[in-house]
């Protein structure tokens, strides 16, 4: 299956012009859509509903939208209250159904400069051909190694928990004349997941190693209920793998702050990492992962 994810900088390019359109394109056909700095009725975007729109230029994709950042921005007209929310935050698209989803507020610490913004974790079920996987858009503070790090920390506790937490309902209904599940069986929450995202990071990094771990013994070890990075098991070689490029100190700095990370079980079904580098529909560039999630778990494509 063919994933990507891709930080949209609400739809402005590293030309300066805005066009939603071009994002959309770029991901157009991916199995699984991971967006990030999505929005909703900000002027500079001109006020646009973005994932309505990308829905638009995405027939056919399921979604949901998670924002991290939610204010007031209502309006009268005509003497009627308009209610309207400015909204920031990460999507996900499928082309199977999303079964469940979920919206995690990450820890935040309060700065006096620069600007600090809540980040937040979209988390989907999906029922994969390889069985149900939990995938997540996700974006991480861009100030400082330590917040990332204790917003790791949080997403590591959740994702540990996840079988013995279950998902939205579990146990039988007791009350079936309210139709609490609708006639369906417990929706699962499984431990095999994937974290696609804007890292704010680099590899070698202390928020890195916290998510990998330290280097095993046995060179390509995977830990179960841990992840490893797809980009580092790829069957095809990266290459000079970058996925941002700014001006740093007068020089250009290449870096890798994009990543898919694999939950254990899929560290041997990774084929191939690239990323779309010199694309100007954003800052930053898409990364591209193609993955076996079609082969049932526990029938040697592990």
């Given amino acids: ?25 770029i991901v157009d056909g991916a ?11 900000w002027q500079r975007s001109h006020f646009d509903d973005q994932p309505e729109l990308l829905s638009r230029l995405l027939p056919g994709y399921h979604w949901v939208y998670g924002p991290a950042f939610d204010m007031d921005a209502s309006e009268r007209q005509g003497g009627r209250l308009v209610n309207r929310r400015r909204q920031f935050g990460t ?16 820890p935040m610490r309060r700065t006096l400069r620069p600007l600090n913004t809540r980040n937040a974790a979209l988390e989907c079920m999906i029922r994969s051909p390889a069985g149900p996987v939990r995938v997540f858009s996700l974006h991480l503070a861009h100030i400082a190694a330590e917040e990332r790090l204790e917003q790791i920390d949080y ?9 013995s937490e279950g998902g939205p309902w579990s146990g039988a209904d007791d009350e079936p004349s309210r139709d609490w599940t609708s006639g369906e069986t417990e929706p699962e929450n499984p431990l095999a997941a994937i974290w696609m995202g804007d890292f ?11 998510i990998v771990g330290s280097t095993p013994y046995h060179r390509g070890a995977a830990y179960l209920d841990g992840f490893v990075d797809a980009a ?11 996925t941002h490029e700014k001006i740093i100190d ?9 990543h898919c990370f694999v939950g254990g079980m899929f560290a041997g079904r ?9 694309e100007v529909a954003s800052d930053h560039f898409p990364v591209r992962v193609d993955i076996d999630l079609e082969t049932p778990l526990g029938s040697g494509g592990r």
């Fill in 200 to 210: 704010n990071m680099e590899p070698g990094s202390a928020e890195y190693r916290r």
């Fill in 31 to 41: 199995d699984i859509i991971a967006l990030q700095e999505v929005e909703r009725h």
């Fill in 250 to 258: 007068g020089r250009l700095a290449k870096r890798r702050l994009d």
């Fill in 91 to 106: 999507m996900v698209l499928s082309k199977l159904p999303i079964v469940w989803s979920r919206l995690h507020a990450l």
């Fill in 232 to 242: 580092a098991v790829a069957i095809e070689p990266t290459g000079d793998f970058h």
């Fill in 270 to 278: 990774v084929r191939s990492v690239a990323s779309d580098m010199g």
């Fill in 155 to 163: 997403l590591l506790a959740e994702h540990r928990r996840a079988p």
């Fill in 1 to 25: 299956m063919k994933l990507v994810s891709y930080n949209i900088q609400y739809g402005f390019g590293s030309d300066g012009r805005y066009d939603l359109s071009r994002a959309a394109r």
